[in-house]
């Protein structure tokens, strides 16, 4: 079981079975839904994933084989490729934020006292990644 399952408590949970797994298939998913027209180069989703784009190649690969990202050449430079997120792609993000933002507080935020959620929003207002909802 990958930690992140193990977290939102166990393989067989919601919040691991609403993010159909692969797990690794999650993030590029998750950066293309909030991107314009639900696209990015591979480049960029590589570089926030902090990883490599022959590793996010692989894992786009499975997510085009279950129909929620498509990828195409880039118009503007051909020497591009851009992934999409699909209707199916995004419509399964959707389906699976409220029970990902539950597990999420659930675990990690109700756990904290008001002084750490303070300590956590101003670290997160640094990193500028609060959420408007929270704090």
């Known amino acids: 079981m990958n930690a ?34 639900r696209k990015l180069r591979m480049g960029e989703i590589a570089f926030l994933a902090s990883g490599s784009v022959s ?7 499975r997510c085009e084989q279950r129909g929620w990202i498509v990828r195409t050449p880039d118009p503007a430079d051909g020497r591009y490729t851009l ?21 999420v507080r659930r675990t990690v ?14 670290i997160a207002e640094k990193l500028r990644i609060v959420p408007d909802d929270f704090g």
């Open 109 to 122: 935020l109700d756990s904290l006292s008001a002084t750490d959620q303070k300590a956590l929003i101003r």
């Open 55 to 61: 590793r996010l190649s692989n894992v786009v690969k």
């Open 83 to 103: 992934a999409e997120l699909t209707d199916a792609g995004f419509a399964l993000v959707q389906a699976a934020a409220p029970t990902h933002l539950r597990s």
């Open 4 to 37: 992140a399952c193990w977290l939102l408590g166990g393989e067989q949970s919601s919040a691991c079975l609403l993010a159909a797994r692969p797990f690794s298939c999650r993030r590029p998913r998750s950066r293309l839904s909030e991107a314009p027209d």
